[in-house]
Antibody, heavy 119, light 112 residues
């Protein structure tokens, strides 16, 4: 069974940093594009970042470029999102999602980890 | 950049009736080399992550009931639920994956 489990969320002050992790199981992580998608409280879905199978190609939404870094460790079956210079508008549930067969629509999602940026 | 616009923002339909949600892209999602539309639909229920329903604009994900169908090409797409069931109450999102990823703003579907 495919499983994705996010961790690392919490309360952080504006300007602070946080590292999210996503533990993958039930499939071979190295075969898939992976993404982070976020959802502010009561709002819609927003794509944040993509990373290809070997971690060479990375793409970000404009609002997080230069502040967030997506990475992966296929040997550890893990995906990461390093977030810095956090802002109140980064407050959201952050989901880890698996791309389907080489494309970036998502057939599996984690339950999410909540990031709250507040003083 | 792609802008995805869904209509309506909310929709109330009687049980057993048809529900139709529209999604319009600011640019064509049809990739000429493979003749595929890079458009997916998701369902999200409260407190849950999204669930993939449709991809390539009209291909139903495994296990999704056949009352869900997708149609359209280029810039205009539709998700249709042929006979609304109580468990279909949710927010529905379209997503383009032609160039990175962009979601529509969501359509809230309720029972009338």
């Amino acid at each position: 069974e495919v499983q994705l489990e996010e961790s690392g969320g919490g309360l952080v002050q504006p300007g602070g940093s946080l590292r999210l992790s996503c533990a993958a199981s039930g499939f071979t992580l190295s075969n898939y594009w992976m993404s982070w998608v976020r959802q502010a409280p009561g709002k819609g879905l927003e794509w944040v970042a993509n990373i290809n199978q070997d971690g060479i190609e990375k793409y970000y939404v404009d609002s997080v470029k230069g502040r967030f870094t997506i990475s992966r460790d296929n040997a550890k079956n893990s995906l990461y999102l390093q977030m810095s210079s956090l802002r109140a508008e980064d407050t959201a549930m952050y989901y880890c999602a698996r791309g389907y067969s080489g494309y970036v629509f998502y057939d599996s999602w984690g339950q999410g980890t909540l990031v709250t940026v507040s003083s | 950049d792609f802008v995805m616009t869904q209509s309506p923002d909310s929709l109330a339909v009687s049980l057993g009736e048809r529900a139709t949600i529209n999604c319009k892209s600011s640019r064509s999602l049809l990739y000429n080399s493979n003749n595929k539309n890079y458009l997916a639909w998701y369902q999200q229920k409260p407190g849950q992550p999204p669930k993939l329903l449709i991809y390539w604009a009209s291909t139903r994900e495994s296990g999704v009931p056949d009352r869900f169908s997708g149609s359209g090409s280029g810039t205009d797409f539709t998700l249709t639920i042929s006979s609304l069931q109580a468990e279909d109450v949710a927010v529905y999102y379209c997503q383009q994956y032609y160039d990175t990823s962009t979601f529509g703003q969501g359509t809230r579907l309720e029972i009338k």
